[in-house]
C-alpha cells in the first residue's frame, strides 16, 4: 500500500533559522513526490517535486527538498525562515489506482516561524 | 491564467435543500478533482475526472453529485446533506490523467455549512 507519513504536527522555528518539515513515504514502483502549502482559508499551492534525477529539488519562496531512496524521506528545507512560512505543510505521493492517478497527502506539519 | 476559481466561497444550506458548487479553469488542464477537507486534516479525495469522464469516485454517498459538462468546469451538486457533511470543499486540475508527475492546481475552496 502506498503512504505518506509526517512524524511532527508541528514545528516550530525562529525566524533567520534553517527549518525542516519531515516526510517519509511507502510506495511500490517509482516515486513520484510532492510538497504542498496551505494558508489558512485557502486552497492548496504546490511547492516542489521528486521525479527522477537530482536528489536535491528546488522549488518556490526559497523551499527545497532532499529525496533520500535509501531511507524512503523527502524532507522539506529552507535555509533561513520567514515569518511569512508559518502554515500547513502536506507531503503527497502520487498513486496509481483503478481509472488513474490519487495523490495520497500526509497528515500535515503545522510550521509556526517566530520573530 | 493558472487560476482555479470556486464559486461560490461560503454557502450555508439546509438538509432539504439542493445546492451545486462551481470550479473553473482555463490552464488546458484534463484532470479535475474534488477533495473534501475538515479543518486541520489533508484533503480527502472524492472524484476524479480524466478528459471529462468519470474516472475514480471514492465511495462517495450520492447526496453528492459531480458533473463535468466541458473540460473547463466541474460542478457538484448537493442534496439532502448532513451537518457532518460541513467542510471545505477543494477543486483541482492537473495537467494530463496518464502522468503521475504532474502537480495539482488548487482553487480557494467553497466553505460548506449544512444547518
Known amino acids: 500500500a502506498q503512504s505518506v507519513a509526517q512524524p511532527e504536527d508541528q514545528v516550530n522555528v525562529a525566524e533567520g533559522n534553517p527549518l525542516t518539515v519531515k516526510c517519509t513515504y511507502s510506495v511500490s514502483g517509482n516515486p513520484y513526490l510532492f510538497w504542498y502549502v496551505q494558508y489558512p482559508n485557502r486552497g492548496l499551492q504546490f511547492l516542489l517535486k521528486?521525479?527522477?534525477?537530482?536528489?536535491l529539488v528546488k522549488g518556490s519562496y526559497g523551499f527545497e527538498a532532499e529525496f533520500n531512496k535509501s531511507q524512503t524521506s523527502f524532507h522539506l528545507k529552507k535555509p533561513s525562515a520567514l515569518v511569512s512560512d508559518s502554515a500547513l505543510y502536506f507531503c503527497?505521493?502520487?498513486?496509481?489506482?483503478?481509472?488513474?492517478?490519487?495523490?495520497?497527502f500526509g497528515a500535515g506539519t503545522r510550521l509556526f516561524v517566530k520573530a | 491564467d493558472t487560476e482555479v476559481t470556486q464559486t461560490p466561497k461560503h454557502l450555508v444550506m439546509g438538509m432539504t435543500n439542493k445546492k451545486s458548487l462551481k470550479c473553473e479553469q482555463h490552464m488546458g488542464h484534463r484532470a479535475m478533482y474534488w477533495y473534501k477537507q475538515k479543518a486541520k486534516k489533508p484533503p480527502e479525495l472524492m472524484f476524479v475526472y480524466s478528459y471529462e469522464k468519470l474516472s475514480i469516485n471514492e465511495s462517495v454517498p450520492s447526496r453528492f453529485s459531480p458533473e463535468c459538462p466541458n473540460s473547463s468546469l466541474l460542478n457538484l451538486h448537493l442534496h439532502a446533506l448532513q451537518p457532518e457533511d460541513s467542510a471545505l470543499y477543494l477543486c483541482a486540475s492537473s495537467q494530463e490523467p496518464g502522468s503521475p508527475g504532474n502537480e495539482q492546481f488548487f482553487g480557494p475552496g467553497t466553505r460548506l455549512t449544512v444547518l
Open positions: 521528486y521525479i527522477t534525477g537530482d536528489n
Open positions: 503527497a505521493v502520487r498513486a496509481l489506482n483503478t481509472g488513474g492517478f490519487k495523490t495520497i
